[in-house]
């Protein structure tokens, strides 16, 4: 993949990562026309960058990332799409510590957002 290339997939992905994040603000408050509308939008990036959506079982590898156990399994619950507020109920944690613990994650990866950190995982192969 040209250099070029990396920049637009990217740059795609970064834009899945904000409808994502604005499609599930618009489902929690019931506002489906908008709803709609960013579920398509996000659609579309996916299609660009032929990606099929799949609801396939994600596996967390720590290897030598320097993740701790709870950050790979925020981790996997932010490949999978999940909100906080779902990261936190699945892991009986607060909203704030899934944020904290994202924080962290951004950091150690060197990501600047949720797509971001997922397709470095990815590309690590921390997920799989």
Known sequence: MTTEN??????????AGSLATALLHAVSRHRMQAATGYLDAFLMVLKSLDVRPTTAKVSVSAGDSGLSERELEVLAGL??????????????????????????????????????????????????
């Not at 990396?6 to 834009?15: C, D």
């Not at 962290?104 to 192969?125: M, W």
Request: glycine share 4%; hydrophobic share 40%.
């Open 79 to 128: 490949s999978q799409g999940h909100s906080n507020a779902q990261i936190a109920a699945r892991l009986f944690i607060s909203e704030d510590t899934v944020k904290t613990h994202t924080r962290r994650l951004y950091r150690k990866l060197g990501a600047s957002d949720r797509a971001h950190a997922v397709a470095t995982a990815f590309r690590a192969g921390l997920l799989t």
């Open 6 to 15: 990396q920049a637009t997939t990217r740059e795609a992905l970064r834009h």
